[in-house]
């Protein structure tokens, strides 16, 4: 069974830091990318970055380049998000998902062209 699971969110505020975590099993996870991706209430859901398990290569959306970091774990198939310097328009839910036979990462993923989802994990960022 596929499963992808998100764990490392809550409130925080401004300025502070949280270590998003997605666990991956049921699948070859150095064949995927994997991406984080958030929904804020009322809302489309967008993507933040993603990372290559196989390579490394990296993606960052604009607003979070610079404070946001993302990075994999192959031994323990878990990708992070370490989401530095948050801003209270960072508050939404975070799901992480991942897309096979992505490399070479220079651009971003859609979200309709990942194959599994995680439930997501909710950052409120406090004034």
């Known amino acids: 069974e596929v499963q992808l699971v998100e764990s490392g969110g809550g409130l925080v505020q401004a300025g502070g830091s949280l270590r998003l975590s997605c666990a991956a099993s049921?699948?070859?996870?150095?064949?995927?990318?994997v991406g984080w991706f958030r929904q804020a209430p009322g809302k489309e859901r967008e993507g933040v970055s993603w990372?290559?398990?196989?390579?490394?290569?990296?993606y960052y959306v604009d607003s979070v380049k610079g404070r946001f970091t993302i990075s994999s774990d192959n031994a323990k198939n878990t990708v992070y998000l370490q989401m530095n310097m948050l801003k209270p328009e960072d508050t939404a839910v975070y799901y992480c998902?991942?897309?096979?036979?992505?490399?070479?990462?220079?651009?971003?993923?859609?979200?309709?062209?990942?194959?599994?989802w995680g439930k997501g994990t909710p950052v409120t960022v406090s004034a």
């Open positions: 049921g699948f070859t996870f150095d064949d995927y990318a």
């Open positions: 990372i290559s398990v196989a390579d490394g290569t990296t």
């Open positions: 998902a991942a897309a096979r036979g992505y490399y070479s990462l220079s651009y971003e993923i859609s979200w309709y062209d990942m194959d599994y």
